[in-house]
């Protein structure tokens, strides 16, 4: 159709040109609406295929505080800007058919949105306010730019300061008209307990309560091992296993256990719990799993893959209690290599919940109170730690990739308000688990790879050579390089660089930009290898209560067990699997996002106590607007460009610093630098700093602050507190 001879055809002189029989055409028409919908070629009012008669393209739009928005497109690398006069109404995440401008060298590509395909916010959370005959609800969502209308006696009684949901029931237009909405349910007022995070869970759609026909599924489901299950199942009570969780943890679904041969050899066992057992294929509580696909770890809760009588009852490996497990047994030899396997259908016992902490201190402190109370467990774990560093030497050595970033740990009062926050550091036994879950996933995967069975794998790919190319040249300002090999980088030498900078001024910056050259891992059918892990073979095997791959997987892996993955069967696997891994891929996204958020907005409440105090922070982001800067307490905020003083700052986005005209000042990501305290806003998700001097004695953040743990205010008065947020607003709307 793009060959300048062709003439506008019918699908039948299509398909005779194309030599398409007739039992064919069928497919033939829907290949070429599938063309036109992704704009690619258009379909006359006579019904005649023909090129468009402009560059139509079709994305998902990205909206800007400031009117205008992007459109992602995929397989695109560049956005595509669209005008704030030309956007046609569309709202943040909507997906819509835009119309491509001719791209110029020195600009990036403008278009204008010709259609909105799919309306993506239905439902929306936000701030009611109550005006004399109508209500106003202000988006929680900062993208949403639009507030919603509601018509007199569509509010359920709502007031001003109530959180809600409403439904769009019109709608913004091109004409300028504002979108129209009903309020559907009433959150609870922005200032109650628990208000703030469920919001959360109402604007991220997360389900709360199970279906019924779920419930009931599982009320019928027995709280103990009955005997008949126990049949025919590889006895494994009087083998010594443990799990190893935190301290606050309910679904203990692995297990762990570990005895050497005479002659070196080591017997590593991973016992998972065996959920399928209880959640069989299309039962109401698999239909509901593969709706979660996951579970959700809020700040204040957990919303659960499965009902608690499972997770946190019958299928997790409690102490002391009977269970079913599926158990992949491993000999290792003394260079670390996987000689031989067993994935069994088992009936295991653990003898002790341990703790990181507890483990931690027996294997890294010698702790003595920790090994007494332990005695009959120390020897294992003391093993356990010798495999353990056997294990990630031999992953490292083939080049795997450990980015270890910080993770946030917010303590909460009973009220739900954050009275700490801090960093939640790796330790021994978390590493420990870590190595043995990863063996256990690997092993798992490459034995059905090579079963050439249906299988769902979780993949890395190799990332993509111009981030890569990007990459190179930035670091060389630092005298390093990668080297690539057919054009491609080896996750080896992605290892060397980040082992080379540790410990050095340089390791925070160049290990955030090598992260962000990477892709995001994701689940497939196809086994297309872990970059991350330098591993040919990957797959998530180890948590079937709160991840539904590891669940799809258990099914495959039971069936071929009992040699009943028939042709049939496999047939029924080929076809559902690339959709398992589409939701399961999309829902963790989804999950990981709603988490962040979480953290944010309680990070947010957190600082607002610490108005005006001074800290010491890295720059963990530079922007043509601004310096993100993180606290060692993981807290990130934003210092605005107009408060760097005395200068004007340029960005350069070559080498992701800040650099002003006048005294040639360098800010760079990674560098060290005090802030105080600007403003924080819980409704944003935002904090603002200012560039501070180095104090001369320590502040409140950087040792515990006993106004902030009893929830009491800082000596900084309220007024003083007002207007610095108002001075920082002014900022803001510059």
């Known amino acids: 159709m793009n060959d300048p001879m062709y003439s506008p055809m019918k699908i039948k002189e299509i398909a005779i040109?194309?030599?398409?029989?007739?039992?064919?055409?069928?497919?033939?028409?829907?290949?070429?609406?599938?063309?036109?919908?992704?704009?690619?070629?258009?379909?006359?009012?006579?019904?005649?295929?023909?090129?468009?008669?402009?560059?139509?393209?079709?994305?998902?739009?990205?909206?800007?505080?400031?009117?205008?928005?992007?459109?992602?497109?995929?397989?695109?690398?560049?956005?595509?800007?669209?005008?704030?006069?030309?956007?046609?109404?569309?709202?943040?995440?909507?997906?819509?058919?835009?119309?491509?401008?001719?791209?110029?060298?020195?600009?990036?590509?403008?278009?204008?949105?010709?259609?909105?395909?799919?309306?993506?916010?239905?439902?929306?959370?936000?701030?009611?306010?109550?005006?004399?005959?109508?209500?106003?609800?202000?988006?929680?969502?900062?993208?949403?730019?639009?507030?919603?209308?509601?018509?007199?006696?569509?509010?359920?009684?709502?007031?001003?300061?109530?959180?809600?949901?409403?439904?769009?029931?019109?709608?913004?237009?091109?004409?300028?008209?504002?979108?129209?909405?009903?309020?559907?349910?009433?959150?609870?007022?922005?200032?109650?307990?628990?208000?703030?995070?469920?919001?959360?869970?109402?604007?991220?759609?997360?389900?709360?309560?199970?279906?019924?026909?779920?419930?009931?599924?599982?009320s019928g489901i027995a709280p103990e091992v009955p005997p008949e299950k126990k049949a025919g199942r590889k006895d494994l009570r009087q083998v010594q296993m443990v799990t190893i969780d935190g301290e606050d943890a309910k679904d203990l679904d692995d297990a762990v256990s570990l005895t050497r041969t005479d002659d070196g050899v080591w017997h590593l066992g991973v016992h998972i719990a065996d959920v399928s057992d209880y959640v069989t294929e299309n039962s109401p509580l698999d239909k509901e799993a593969l709706n979660r696909s996951t579970s959700v770890y809020l700040v204040d809760r957990v919303i659960p893959m499965l009902p608690h009588a499972l997770c946190n009852g019958i299928c997790s490996l409690n102490e002391g209690k009977d269970r079913l497990a599926l158990s992949c047994l491993m000999d290792i030899d003394a260079a670390g290599n996987v000689q031989g396997h067993e994935i069994a259908e088992t009936l295991i016992n653990v003898d002790r919940r341990m703790t990181y902490t507890a483990v931690n201190q027996i294997i890294t402190n010698d702790d003595p109170e920790m090994c007494e109370t332990y005695a009959e467990l120390v020897p294992m774990f003391r093993n356990m730690k010798t495999l353990s560093d056997l294990i990630r030497k031999k992953r490292s050595d083939r080049g795997y990739i450990d980015f270890d970033f910080p993770e946030s740990k917010v303590i909460l009062d009973p009220k739900g308000k954050p009275i700490e926050i801090r960093a939640y550091e790796r330790n021994a036994a978390t590493k420990l688990i870590e190595d043995f879950m990863l063996i256990a996933n690997e092993t798992v995967a490459e034995d059905y790879y090579w079963q050439q069975t249906p299988f769902l794998y979780r993949i890395h790919e190799n990332p993509d050579p111009e981030k890569i190319r990007a990459l190179i040249i930035f670091i060389q300002n630092y005298?390093?390089?990668?080297?690539?090999?057919?054009?491609?980088?080896?996750?080896?030498?992605?290892?060397?660089?980040?082992?080379?900078?540790?410990?050095?001024?340089?390791?925070?910056?160049?290990?955030?930009?090598?992260?962000?050259?990477?892709?995001?891992?994701?689940?497939?059918?196809?086994?297309?290898?872990?970059?991350?892990?330098?591993?040919?073979?990957?797959?998530?095997?180890?948590?079937?209560?709160?991840?539904?791959?590891?669940?799809?997987?258990?099914?495959?892996?039971?069936?071929?067990?009992?040699?009943?993955?028939?042709?049939?069967?496999?047939?029924?696997?080929?076809?559902?699997?690339?959709?398992?891994?589409?939701?399961?891929?999309?829902?963790?996204?989804?999950?990981?996002?709603?988490?962040?958020?979480?953290?944010?907005?309680?990070?947010?409440?957190?600082?607002?106590?610490?108005?005006?105090?001074?800290?010491?922070?890295?720059?963990?982001?530079?922007?043509?607007?601004?310096?993100?800067?993180?606290?060692?307490?993981?807290?990130?905020?934003?210092?605005?460009?107009?408060?760097?003083?005395?200068?004007?700052?340029?960005?350069?986005?070559?080498?992701?610093?800040?650099?002003?005209?006048?005294?040639?000042?360098?800010?760079?990501?990674?560098?060290?630098?005090?802030?105080?305290v600007a403003a924080a806003d819980r409704l944003a998700r935002t904090i603002d700093f200012l560039p501070a001097e180095r104090p001369k004695e320590k502040t409140p953040l950087d040792e515990e602050d006993t106004a902030v743990h009893t929830g009491e205010k800082t000596e900084r008065t309220e007024k003083e507190n007002g207007r610095r947020k108002r001075r920082h607003q002014a900022h803001s709307k510059q």
Not at 60 to 79: M, P, S, T, W, Y
Not at 597 to 610: D, G, P, S, V, W
Request: net charge negative; glycine share 8%; aromatic share 8%.
């Open 17 to 218: 040109f194309l030599d398409v029989p007739k039992a064919k055409r069928a497919e033939l028409e829907e290949v070429l609406n599938s063309l036109v919908d992704e704009g690619k070629i258009r379909i006359s009012a006579r019904g005649k295929y023909g090129k468009p008669q402009k560059q139509t393209m079709i994305g998902i739009f990205c909206a800007n505080l400031k009117g205008f928005g992007f459109v992602k497109v995929e397989g695109r690398d560049q956005d595509i800007f669209i005008p704030p006069d030309r956007t046609e109404g569309a709202m943040q995440g909507d997906k819509v058919r835009i119309s491509v401008d001719e791209e110029q060298r020195t600009r990036k590509a403008e278009g204008h949105v010709l259609e909105i395909i799919t309306h993506a916010n239905e439902k929306v959370v936000g701030y009611y306010r109550q005006t004399k005959n109508y209500g106003i609800v202000m988006p929680d969502n900062q993208k949403i730019t639009q507030d919603i209308f509601i018509p007199e006696g569509k509010n359920m009684g709502a007031v001003t300061g109530h959180k809600v949901v409403v439904r769009i029931t019109r709608f913004a237009g091109p004409d300028g008209r504002k979108p129209e909405g009903e309020v559907t349910e009433i959150i609870g007022h922005v200032n109650d307990p628990g208000t703030d995070i469920l919001s959360l869970v109402k604007a991220y759609d997360l389900p709360e309560e199970f279906p019924a026909d779920a419930m009931e599924q599982a």
């Open 479 to 676: 005298g390093l390089t990668l080297h690539l090999k057919n054009g491609e980088v080896h996750p080896k030498e992605i290892q060397k660089l980040l082992n080379g900078i540790e410990g050095t001024d340089a390791e925070n910056l160049i290990s955030r930009i090598t992260l962000r050259s990477m892709k995001q891992a994701r689940y497939s059918p196809e086994c297309s290898g872990h970059f991350g892990l330098a591993a040919k073979y990957y797959c998530h095997f180890t948590s079937p209560i709160r991840r539904y791959p590891d669940l799809q997987i258990h099914r495959i892996i039971k069936e071929s067990l009992h040699g009943t993955l028939s042709s049939k069967r496999t047939e029924h696997y080929d076809k559902i699997l690339e959709g398992v891994a589409e939701r399961t891929s999309a829902l963790e996204r989804r999950a990981d996002e709603a988490e962040r958020e979480t953290l944010k907005y309680k990070k947010c409440e957190y600082m607002e106590h610490h108005i005006g105090e001074i800290c010491e922070g890295v720059v963990s982001g530079v922007t043509n607007f601004g310096l993100y800067v993180e606290l060692p307490n993981t807290v990130e905020g934003l210092i605005r460009i107009t408060e760097l003083k005395d200068d004007y700052y340029e960005y350069n986005e070559k080498t992701f610093e800040l650099v002003g005209d006048m005294n040639n000042r360098h800010y760079r990501l990674g560098e060290k630098i005090w802030i105080e």
